[in-house]
């Protein structure tokens, strides 16, 4: 960089080393965690000016600076943002800086080579990168040290994701063990959320990044999105100096599809089998007039009120905000975490499923063990898998009468036969059914009072006669 | 007068002012009823579009039926019609013409529902129950995108037995939101996934979950310009992930937070974690509803980051929720989603589906 800065380099907070994008945030985010007094939430300006708070207020003394990292809980050093950090604490954490610059740039470089992404791809690996950053957080976007120095032009076109030129957009990758920025959030607020240490799950994240994909896509956060929006200059300034540019701007398209960019190019890169292709003619759903149910008389849009307009007394206006995540790294014993994380089986499922941990000393996750969703445990009773209506369906009025579904049709030959071999692995789908012969599928029309039986109990399979005809497959 | 044929009468007609009188704890917050719920528990809710007239609102449960309620203005609930699967219904969702009604089971097939006829048919065939049902409506195709256990993403047109498409996935599908032309699955083992849907359904990317915990629901939500860009992601840890698509500053506009959980401050008992059973985003204040195990709905801005509202404990946990298509009713369903397991399930307890006038309480806070 030019001119050397005061500081040097981004605003860190001495007392748990965390890094932000710019002073005023390390000092909201130091009053809300280091200087805030846990007996009256006040917010104090200094370590020694809590210390006194505490004891001329609530006589009471404090030993060490909260939510600080071991060594750093001095309670007499008066620091204020970077003010008063002393210079061995600084020179020390330049050191460790340019270390991980130096690490990730060689990393960088030596997958440079190996790299077969598209050319017009900012070079980048830059997937590969977040692996040398440690909690890099959530995307780590683009901007990878070891960028060719040409990418970080200084037209930086105003897609580049913060058009910082040399700047490394979002977290701050180097920062070992940082918990990402916590920029602007109200303190108290800290919702630096999703900042999961993903350390060793970043290098898979973009496993198979097919060539095909316009680099903005991928984890380019702001890449085509941002085209528009002016590079927040300040907040963006993020560190690395060394690091050359960010971005990709790369003249992408992508400007034009925000969201997704260009979805053609999209189509050719699922990984996945496609036994057609898609697109149909727009839907033949007859475009009913709204007589929805021919006995209701229509009604009114909105619901007036309810009769019980908002009766209930349980916000809490005093606590507005949310009870935030913090500390996805470091302090990893904070209570509120939780249970620790799941253990991973092999992808089989039908083996016994792996299990969660779902207690701690601190917390208990009310679900049960199995790793597996709660409606997947449920559905292995007995009772849910019996393939016949519950609940006395044969009390349903007429025999099945509405071959809905049209699998289940012995009523209609015609149609039946071809059906069974058309659905997809009805075989597999099928001997569920079977049993018990014809299982009134349709529940339908025997519930509804007559009013609703818009068809003859007939319910002809061929209201669909497209539907079961071997010609209409796809 | 019970209009559902099966249990025993709960058909109270019309009289949708079911509220107890008493304060008992399975309608603390003194919402409206709905008449006539399922016997099982409430898997899924959903709304008529706004294409129709009127609220209609569909529920689907374990019961094996989903059932059909019309919410006339004056609160009111009138139940209209009733389709059963033979197993378990796991989703249900509308066209966006309002005339039809698809609905996923454990059967491992989606069925379409045309409500005029009240006939319902099969439309979908998958190998394993099917967890996610959306109907996708594109300007160059219209179609049904079901997710299954047995690990694909099928497209089906309805007119055809075959799908469309079909997407592998790492895993599961564990549930999924459509919002054209975004679509986002997530999947057992953390799976992630965001699909685009221009053209014809592909993959577009697979995120690395900001969630640490089993996933659960998600929801995508829309910017002011109304595109679909990003979603909210909860898992069984009372947590959920506000994740978009392409922010700015991933490391600042994507956060966490965390909800359904005991004992906020007392820290001296353990804190109970309960999963996150459904989001859903008003569609009109783009705020949020989280519903979950521990028996609560909250509300919250996620861009004021802050919590509007949590209501009373219910007895039983919120399993699903919804809003209706102009944002002034928030329906909620209590019944069991066995996070406790199966000691804990009493097939005689009652399940409810409870609307609460959403109007006010989900109205965006000022941002300071």
Known sequence: MGRKKKKQMKPWCWYCNRDFDDEKILIQHQKAKHFK????????????????????????????????????????????????????????????????????????????????????????????????????????????????????????????????????????????????????????????????????????????????????????????????????????????????????????????????????????????????????????QSASSKALFPSTSQSQQTVSGSPHPTPSTSSDPSKPTFPAYTQATASVASPSAGSSTVSKPPSTVTSKPATLTTSSATSKLIHPDEDISLEELRAQLPRYQRNIPRQGQATVSAPPVGPLGGMMAPQQPGMRHPVPGQYGGPPQGMPGYMPGGMPPYGQGPPMVPPGYQGAPPRPPMGMRPPVMSPGSRY | MSLFGTSAGFGTGGTGVFGSTTTDSHNPMKDVEVTSPPDDSISCLAFSPPTMPGNFLIGGSWANDVRCWEVQDNGQTVPKAQQMHTGPVLDVCWSDDGSKVFTASCDKTAKMWDLNSNQAMQIAQHDGPIKSIHWIKAPNYSCIMTGSWDKTLKFWDTRSPNPMMSLQMPERCYCADVVYPMAVVATAERGLIVYQLENQPSEFRRIDSPLKHQHRCVAIFKDKQNKPTGFALGSIEGRVAIHYINPPNPAKDNFTFKCHRSNGTNTATPQDIYAVNAISFHPVHGTLATVGSDGRFSFWDKDARTKLKTSEQLDQPITACCFNNNGNIFAYASSYDWSKGHEYYNPQKKNYIFLRNAAEELKPRNKK
């Open chain 1, 37 to 284: 007094c846990h007996i009256c939430h006040k917010k104090l300006y200094t370590g020694p000016g809590l210390a006194i708070h505490c004891m001329q207020v609530h006589k009471e003394t404090i030993d060490g600076v909260p939510n600080a990292i071991p060594g750093r809980t001095d309670i007499e050093l008066e620091i204020y943002g970077m003010e008063g950090i002393p210079e061995k604490d600084m020179e020390e954490r330049r050191r460790v800086l340019e270390q991980k610059t130096q690490e990730s740039q060689k990393k960088k470089q030596n997958q440079d080579d190996s790299d077969e992404y598209d050319e017009d791809e900012e070079p980048g690996p830059s997937f590969q990168q977040p692996a040398a950053q440690p909690q890099a957080g959530y995307m780590p976007p683009m901007t990878q040290p070891g960028m060719p120095p040409g990418s970080s032009a200084p037209g930086m076109p105003p897609g580049s994701y913060s058009g910082m030129p040399p700047m490394m957009p979002g977290v701050p990758p180097m920062m070992p063990g940082m918990p990402p920025v916590i920029p602007g959030m109200p303190p108290g607020m800290m919702p630096m959320g999703g900042m999961m240490p993903p350390g060793p799950g970043m290098p898979p994240m973009m496993p198979g990044m097919p060539p095909g994909i316009p680099p903005p896509v991928g984890h380019r956060p702001g890449m085509a999105h941002m085209a528009q929006a002016p590079p927040a200059a300040g907040p963006n300034m993020l560190t690395r100096p060394a690091m050359p540019a960010a971005t990709a701007p790369s003249a992408q398209p992508a400007v034009t599809k925000p969201l997704f960019p260009s979805a053609g190019q999209m189509g050719s890169r699922v990984a996945s089998t496609s036994t057609s292709t898609g697109s149909s003619s727009a839907d033949s």
